[in-house]
């Protein structure tokens, strides 16, 4: 009996420590800062506690993009695709907090707030205003597309929160004890009211296909539509020759 009891009690030691291992190490888990191709122009943003950097092609006219990417992605890099796909556009490519030169700590409510102050300084310049998230960061432009007055939404590989998604990769651990950026995009889906495109991956080998329907399912009836990349993977989607196309019809 002592010895099952000191199994028993090895057990727990050892589960408790895993469990304090995820939670004080899971910001590690979620976000994977990667620095900026240099040459790309950039500008800077004052908010609270961090200067964000921003890859931009400026342009003057009412139109602009904002966008917000994966959590391992150099959003830079976008630009030269972008800056060819939307001539009409103005474009503001976020670095979240640690990323491409950004001070401060990438967290769920600093993304969120970072997300609210760009589009706030993008809109006094441009009245319309199409936010595209991919990854990580279709849970940024979801919430902000339903705080703010965006013209046009796309979501790539979206998901409907990363809490659900932890709890698969984890089912043995009290994930919804321990997670502190959720990012349940489901919540926010129902008021969203601007025209919606989800862009699923055919092979998205990290984001679980019902998740993106769950979210698209999520959305009033007639304001998302869904559309699967064929052949593409959850990191070259970008690479499909559909991408663009489809987020250039989208946003017209």
């Known amino acids: 009996m002592r010895i099952v009891l000191g199994f028993i009690s ?5 589960y408790g420590a895993v469990c304090a291992t995820l ?8 976000y994977f800062p990667q620095p900026r191709s240099l040459g790309m122009p950039t500008r800077t943003l004052q908010v609270d506690g961090a200067e964000l950097v921003i ?9 602009a993009l904002i966008y917000f990417g994966g959590n391992a992605e150099d959003v830079s890099v976008n ?6 796909a939307f001539p009409d556009h103005a474009l503001y490519l976020l670095h979240y907090r640690g990323y491409g030169g ?29 936010v595209v998230g991919r990854s990580l960061g279709s849970g940024v432009a979801v919430r902000l597309a339903a705080m703010r007055p965006v013209s046009r939404l796309v ?32 919540r ?41 990349l064929r052949g593409a993977g959850h990191n070259t989607v970008s690479d499909s ?12």
């Open 155 to 186: 979501l790539v590989t979206p998901y409907d929160s990363v809490q659900e998604i932890a709890i698969r990769q984890f089912p043995f651990i009290p994930i919804r004890w321990l997670i502190q950026d959720k990012f349940e995009s489901w």
């Open 79 to 84: 630009l030269p695709s972008f800056s060819a």
């Open 241 to 252: 020759a559909q991408y663009l196309g489809a987020m250039q019809e989208s946003l017209k």
């Open 10 to 14: 090895v057990a727990l030691i050892l």
């Open 188 to 228: 926010h889906a129902p008021s969203i009211r601007v025209p919606t495109l989800l862009l699923a991956a055919e092979f998205d080998e990290v984001i679980p296909r019902d998740s993106t329907e769950r979210l698209h399912a999520g959305f009033a009836k007639g304001v998302a539509s869904m559309q699967t």
């Open 102 to 130: 950004s001070s401060g700590r990438p967290s769920e409510a600093a993304l969120h707030a970072d997300a609210q102050a760009l589009f706030d300084t993008v809109h006094r310049a441009h009245p319309d205003v199409a």
């Open 55 to 63: 890859s931009v092609r400026g342009r003057a006219g009412p139109k």
């Open 23 to 30: 939670f004080f190490s899971q910001r590690s888990l979620i």
